[in-house]
Nanobody, 122 residues
Framework: VQLQASEGGLVQAGGSLRLSCATS????????MGWFRQAPGKEREFVAA????????HDADSVKGRFTISRDNAKNTVYLQMNSLKPEDTAVYYC????????????????WGQGTLVTVSS
């Protein structure tokens, strides 16, 4: 299974950025998809997840109302739309493949993308 995330970037506080992650090697529609992030000196943390059909999403409290996860099963791609970005959102963002919707522990996700850096300047 391969996951290829789009490039992140540098954005000013209050700005927006959309990440995408294309997958191959596994039936995408059978997979729960998630996004995690890891800030410098901190542990990897859950950001958001989307169910197999895209009907349900689950967001961390820290991004609720600002970030939106979605998926396009025809394109085998999951997205993370990030709005109203804050400096504390600066991190390496990872997409991941899981089996259980609602899982927030990274140990429950089986495959990972390479990570993409998002930097939010104040």
């Amino acid at each position: 299974v391969q996951l290829q995330a789009s490039e992140g970037g540098l954005v000013q506080a209050g700005g927006s950025l959309r990440l995408s992650c294309a997958t191959s090697g596994r039936t995408f529609s059978n997979s729960v998809m998630g996004w995690f992030r890891q800030a410098p000196g901190k542990e990897r943390e859950f950001v958001a997840a989307v169910s197999r059909t895209g009907s349900f999403t689950h967001d961390a409290d820290s991004v609720k109302g600002r970030f939106t996860i979605s998926r396009d099963n025809a394109k085998n791609t999951v997205y993370l739309q990030m709005n109203s970005l804050k400096p504390e959102d600066t991190a390496v963002y990872y997409c991941a493949v899981g089996n259980r919707f609602g899982a927030t522990d990274s140990n429950e996700y089986d495959y990972w993308g390479q990570g993409t850096l998002v930097t939010v300047s104040s």
